[in-house]
């Protein structure tokens, strides 16, 4: 039996994407896969990341710290987890200032792994980071 109480350190099992748009799922009656503790956990992660001058959170706290302290240690092998499920908070336009109060229609949650891979440029999902812009693009991609 499947745990109807997910934790943003992994998807529910009914969540096989990388990319949720929170407004999505309020409008397509998806089933909740945060609670508002995780969001509001997750908020206070992307604002941490805000103070150090970053639009978007590049990856999650977890990575962070962990090569952080393996760089910091002088580690030589590789500290970069690629497959990272934990899940981030990316707003879908950064023009927007940072206020719980403003941001309901503009979060989008992103597992790390696929920050990463937006950041440095590369489409997940049918979604894109204008750095220029400072925006979450989207595009129509073909499920067949």
């Known amino acids: 039996s499947v745990s109807s109480r997910s934790t943003f350190n992994s998807a529910p099992s009914s969540t096989k994407r990388s990319i949720l748009d929170l407004s999505e799922i309020k409008i397509a009656g998806y089933n909740k ?4 503790e995780e969001i ?3 908020f206070v992660e992307m604002c941490f990341f805000a103070r150090l001058g970053f639009l978007q959170p590049p990856c999650c706290l977890n990575c962070t710290y962990r090569e952080s ?3 910091r ?3 030589k092998k590789s500290v970069v987890l690629n497959n990272c499920p934990r899940w981030v908070i990316w707003r879908k336009d950064s023009n927007i200032l ?3 109060n403003d941001l309901e229609d503009n979060l989008a949650v992103v597992q790390c792994h696929a920050a990463r891979k937006l950041i440095k440029g590369v489409a997940v999902e049918g979604y894109t980071w204008n750095e220029k812009e400072g925006t979450l693009d989207c595009f129509d991609i073909d499920d067949d």
Request: charged content about 10%.
């Open 98 to 100: 940072l206020h719980p």
């Open 33 to 36: 896969p945060f609670n508002d």
């Open 69 to 71: 302290v393996q760089n």
């Open 73 to 75: 240690e002088s580690v």
């Open 40 to 42: 509001s956990q997750l």
